[in-house]
């Protein structure tokens, strides 16, 4: 009882989310409540990483700050992410207003979706350079005591670039060189822009993180107000698969809304957990696994720029190599004579 404890918020957030799919379908009760079940799992196999990830920023933030991350960072994701955002990218990347792209998305759901996709690749560019630098900077800029995959994580090629501090940033560059290059020709510069800003942007907050521990108030502002925006950066970078991917499931904006964000209700419940419970500390692959994870879905937005990659293996994947650094972990530590 103590474990589930962790997650009552969650359980409101869905009795709530349950209560709102009933009255937008007050005649299709059962198969709003289905779309909204499904879209949920949706949310949490392709964020379960994320929860990981967030774990490791989250454990060094004041408990202030944890709290803000639920109760004002929900509000942004589920709203901000599920909602406003992709009104807004479609209004950026086509000729309709804002007010004129809320309006399709009530009216004329399947339009919108259209429109949506349309901008796909843009996410997909610009989310797939924010997360690759996640990924290699873990794996290449920071110097790790345990490596899980010694000849992937420890090999002369990777031990040489971190020698360099801009070495992650070379390898980002050339895997956005060789993307943009295979886009069609129409694409390219807006792809360039998209993909650069989501490295400028992974930069920019781990310049503003080291300005800010430089002065007296570093550590709360280091661990606080730029580990809160790092994190919303993050899970923006993750949300876009799954809105994009909702729309196989459903075309009611409301519903997508409300299924995606119990999903990331639960999402940020499990952060919490594993920050309470130390589970990175005593799962000593997990965070290794998470990264991995992070490394394939960034690699998949970059393939859905020119195809179609199912939503179901995405989040398969990614579930799949968190288990084996779970199962690898508890391996290691009775190998080590270590109780979990």
């Not at 807006?190 to 570093?218: D, K, P, Q």
Request: proline letters at 2%; charged letters at 10%.
């Amino acid at each position: 009882m103590q474990k589930i404890k962790y997650f009552y918020s969650a359980f409101a957030v869905t009795l709530v989310g349950i209560i709102a799919a009933v009255l937008l379908e007050p005649t299709h009760k059962a198969y709003a409540l289905y779309l909204v079940l499904i879209l949920a799992l949706l949310e949490i196999s392709l964020s379960f990483d994320n929860a990981v990830v967030n774990a490791k920023v989250l454990e060094k933030m004041p408990k202030k700050w944890q709290k803000l991350f639920i109760w004002i960072g929900l509000p942004i994701a589920v709203f901000g992410m599920r909602l406003i955002f992709p009104i807004l990218l479609v209004s950026m990347t086509t000729s309709l207003s804002f007010s004129g792209v809320f309006h399709l998305a009530i009216n004329d759901p399947k339009a919108y979706q259209h429109a949506l996709e349309l901008g796909f690749p843009t996410i997909c560019a610009f989310g797939g350079g924010f997360l690759i630098m996640v990924f290699l900077k873990f794996f290449v800029a920071e110097i790790h005591e345990r490596h899980w995959i010694s000849w992937l994580e420890e090999n002369r090629f990777v031990s040489l670039l971190r020698g360099y501090p801009g070495g992650y940033i070379i390898i980002a560059l050339v895997i956005g060189y060789i993307v943009i290059e295979n886009a069609t020709t129409n694409q390219g510069g807006t792809l360039a822009l998209a993909f650069l800003m989501g490295l400028m942007i992974h930069e920019a907050l781990g310049i503003l993180n080291y300005a800010f521990s430089s002065n007296m108030t570093g550590k709360v502002m280091q661990n606080g107000l730029m580990g809160f925006l790092y994190l919303e950066v993050l899970d923006a970078s993750f949300s876009f698969d799954g809105v994009i991917g909702a729309f196989a499931i459903s075309t009611n904006i409301f519903i997508i809304m409300i299924g995606l964000g119990i999903g990331a209700m639960y999402v940020r419940s499990l952060t919490i957990f594993f920050v309470k419970h130390k589970t990175l500390a005593k799962f000593r692959y997990l965070e290794h696994g998470a990264h991995y994870a992070i490394g394939f879905l960034a690699i998949v937005m970059f393939i859905k720029i020119f195809i179609h990659v199912p939503e179901w293996l995405t989040g398969t994947v990614g579930i799949g190599l968190i288990i084996i650094a779970f199962i690898h972990s508890i391996r290691a530590n009775q190998k080590d004579g270590i109780n979990q």
